[in-house]
Each structure stands twice: as C-alpha cells, then as structure tokens.
C-alpha cells in the first residue's frame, strides 16, 4: 500500500498535500488543495494494512459506492474518487467545511442549551435516515 503523504506532496497531478487532518486504522484524512481548480477538499486516503488489506479494499470502495448516492444538504458530497490497483493509490476527495466539531464546541462553550442541542441534532438525524432509507448503516459517527 502507498506511504503516507508529507505536507507539500502532490497527488495524481491534483492535489497538494496541505494538513493532516485525521487518521484511523482504516485511513487518513487530509486538507489538500485541488490545484486546477484552485480550492481545499478533504482527501480521504486508504491506508490497507493488516491480515487482510483485500477486505479493506473492497470495505473502502463500498464506501465511496454509497456515499455518491446522498444529496442531503447536511451531508458531505464527494467531488473525485481514484481506484488504481497499479500503484494501489485509493483515495476519494469531498467537500471541506470550515467550522469546529461538536467536541470542540463543547470544550471552549461547555454544555449547550436544550434547544441548540435539538437543532444540531435534527441536522444530524435527517442525514442519517436519508442513509438508512438507501440501507446505508454509518458505523463510526464522531463528534
């Protein structure tokens, strides 16, 4: 599987590496920028390793599979998706949205009032049954 990118690096041509932004066991996410169209974008990048990178693979691609198919406003859109078992370079690009987490929110605003909570969750939610109602299960919901 590829090494992970360092900040400055350049992807398919396309993309240049500007933050890291997370990383699970699954992969990582970064802030890049799509250089001929001049603007940032979150690149999700596969990192398959373990006893069984295939089943990641397959696990990453059914992932982009379902996720293309949503078009509420309150979830992420995908804009690119590369899938080359040459290099095996897997990756997908989607919106990058400025804004801090809930858990951040949470630390420099402490508790919030019910009626907050309620309309963050709402967004949520709505999100969440236009998944399920395409059998879409989202198993890993961070704040």
Excluded: W
């Excluded at 900040?7 to 699970?24: C, Q, R, T, V």
């Amino acid at each position: 599987m590829h090494a992970l990118p360092s900040i400055g690096a350049i992807i398919d041509e396309n993309y240049e590496i500007k933050s890291l932004l997370g990383k699970g066991g699954f992969g990582a996410v970064y802030l890049a920028r799509h250089i001929p169209m001049e603007r940032e974008v979150a690149l999700k990048l596969l990192i398959a390793s373990g006893h069984n990178p295939q089943e990641m693979i397959q696990r990453f691609r059914r992932e982009v599979m379902a996720i293309r198919n949503l078009s509420h406003p309150n979830t992420i859109r995908i804009f690119d998706y590369r899938d080359s078992t040459e290099d095996t370079l897997i990756y997908y690009t989607m919106e990058y949205l400025k804004g801090e987490t809930l858990k951040d929110l949470v630390r420099s605003e402490g508790p919030q009032a019910p009626r907050r909570i309620k309309h963050i969750l709402k967004q949520i939610l709505k999100s969440l049954a236009e998944a399920h109602s395409l059998g879409i299960i989202h198993r890993d919901l961070k704040p």
